[in-house]
């Protein structure tokens, strides 16, 4: 029989042998008796969910016995885990967000990431649009990463991170950051204040963080109500839209405001800029006005403050029953650790140094078409149709990514 694309069973038994070495040190989350947990396995087969593990102990054990290839707990409290839905008896959630480079859109996705449709095999890079030609939606996706997808869900974890402390008040001590184990960051606000929010209320804080119809004339951008001091160190979304629009201004260069205003505002406010930085320091935003057409500021506005909000995923904010990883334990899709970085320690984390669970012994693997990735120091790739022999480490990833199998 030919050796299946990912290779299956030897991914398994890594997994089974870091499991058997490492799962005391996956800790148990909070309050581990009210959580639900969820595991997948490397076969398929949908989710086993529904699993109330109430102790340490019990949480490891599972852990050791199964070497699940994706582990979740619940963000929620439930009076009964093991229920189902409707009968869990709902207690509170903790606030959680998922920061991932899935969702974002980067050029450099196009050099790693492909689509072919399942049904007529159109094939593209990228995202796979939301239609294909044929009319269909049933695309089977390759997605990889690389440092600048890391960077970029690095950055928008940031953000959100200077949010929820300046203008939630969130105390650093009830964050907690993890890397997801593959392209993102989840943060999670442990806090009996968020507990209790409901569906709607979780809601309004993920619009607040994307800016979701923020109103320039509201922060100060507004003819009519001007006032006499700068807003620049105002607190919430006041402060913030000036300080965007400051950041903007000092780099923008005259080509990229061409793409969205007339090139004579364009010309205006690369010529202005010193004053236009000037007004913002010293002076009321509204006395930006004279100085720059309402309409261009409205559009460099927008594009500011979009750089300066969090590109979270709405629906795992607001969704109360999500489940989500189990800091400590292994991604199966790259073979690497769902890690909690410290608080202050997120600009220097490097997951492709930290994150690299399973090392070992090389591995001779025979490639189909693979992008080049960095583990530790070392770079490996791109591979085309070709055989190599890589250590372990590098191995495992281009296995879970199914870009690769054992060679004979
Ligand atoms: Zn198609
Ligand atoms: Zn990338």
């Known amino acids: 029989m030919e050796e299946e694309w990912g290779s299956t069973q030897f991914v398994v038994e890594q997994f089974q042998r870091w499991f058997a070495q490492n799962s005391q040190t996956v800790p148990a989350p909070l309050e581990i008796e009210s959580r639900e947990f969820g595991f997948l396995t490397f076969h398929g087969r949908g989710m086993y969910r529904h699993i109330r593990l109430p102790t340490e102990g019990e949480l490891q054990r599972y852990l050791r016995q199964n070497a699940p290839a994706h582990s979740y707990h619940s963000s929620s409290y439930y009076d009964d885990p093991t229920a189902d839905m409707a009968r869990k008896g709902w207690r509170g959630a903790d606030l959680v967000f998922d920061l991932d480079a899935d969702h974002f859109d980067l050029p450099c996705q196009k050099e790693h990431d492909k689509w072919v449709?399942?049904?007529?095999?159109?094939?593209?890079?990228?995202?796979?649009?939301?239609?294909?030609?044929?009319?269909?939606?049933?695309?089977?996706?390759?997605?990889?990463?690389?440092?600048?997808?890391?960077?970029?869900?690095?950055?928008?974890?940031?953000?959100?991170?200077?949010?929820?402390?300046?203008?939630?008040?969130?105390?650093?001590?009830?964050?907690?950051?993890?890397?997801?184990?593959?392209?993102?960051?989840?943060?999670?606000?442990?806090?009996?204040?968020?507990?209790?929010?409901?569906?709607?209320?979780?809601?309004?804080?993920?619009?607040?963080?994307?800016?979701?119809?923020?109103?320039?004339?509201?922060?100060?951008?507004?003819?009519?109500?001007?006032?006499?001091?700068?807003?620049?160190?105002?607190?919430?979304?006041?402060?913030?839209?000036?300080?965007?629009?400051?950041?903007?201004?000092?780099?923008?260069?005259?080509?990229?405001?061409?793409?969205?205003?007339?090139?004579?505002?364009?010309?205006?406010?690369?010529?202005?800029?010193?004053?236009?930085?000037?007004?913002?320091?010293?002076?009321?935003?509204?006395?930006?006005?004279?100085?720059?057409?309402?309409?261009?500021?409205?559009?460099?506005?927008?594009?500011?403050?979009?750089?300066?909000?969090?590109?979270?995923?709405?629906?795992?904010?607001?969704?109360?029953?999500?489940l989500i990883r189990l800091p400590n334990t292994l991604h199966g899709k790259t073979g690497w650790q769902v890690q909690t970085i410290p608080y202050g320690e997120l600009p220097d984390y490097d997951p492709l140094r930290s994150a690299i669970a399973l090392k070992g012994p090389p591995v001779k693997l025979e490639f189909r078409n693979a992008p080049p990735i960095r583990i530790g120091e070392t770079w490996y790739g791109p591979y085309g149709d070709e055989t190599a022999e890589l250590p372990l480490e590098a191995a495992l990833f281009y296995l879970c990514k199914k870009g690769a199998r054992l060679a004979r």
């Not at 008040?169 to 204040?193: A, Q």
């Not at 929010?197 to 309004?204: I, K, P, Y």
């Not at 100060?220 to 001007?226: E, L, P």
């Not at 000036?242 to 005259?254: H, K, N, P, V």
């Open 117 to 322: 449709c399942r049904n007529c095999g159109k094939q593209g890079t990228g995202h796979p649009p939301e239609l294909c030609e044929c009319g269909k939606a049933q695309f089977q996706t390759e997605t990889w990463l690389c440092e600048k997808c890391l960077q970029a869900a690095k950055h928008e974890t940031q953000k959100l991170l200077d949010i929820l402390i300046q203008d939630f008040g969130v105390h650093p001590e009830d964050l907690t950051t993890n890397f997801s184990g593959n392209r993102g960051f989840h943060v999670h606000v442990h806090s009996e204040t968020v507990k209790p929010l409901e569906q709607h209320a979780r809601r309004e804080i993920v619009d607040y963080i994307m800016a979701t119809g923020l109103e320039v004339e509201h922060q100060g951008f507004s003819q009519r109500n001007r006032g006499a001091k700068p807003v620049l160190a105002e607190g919430g979304w006041r402060g913030r839209t000036s300080r965007a629009l400051y950041d903007y201004l000092s780099e923008a260069t005259e080509k990229e405001l061409k793409e969205m205003v007339s090139g004579k505002a364009a010309q205006s406010i690369i010529s202005e800029r010193g004053r236009l930085l000037k007004v913002l320091t010293d002076k009321h935003p509204s006395n930006l006005m004279p100085l720059i057409d309402p309409k261009s500021l409205q559009v460099v506005l927008r594009k500011a403050v979009k750089l300066q909000a969090s590109e979270i995923d709405t629906v795992v904010t607001t969704d109360i029953h999500r």
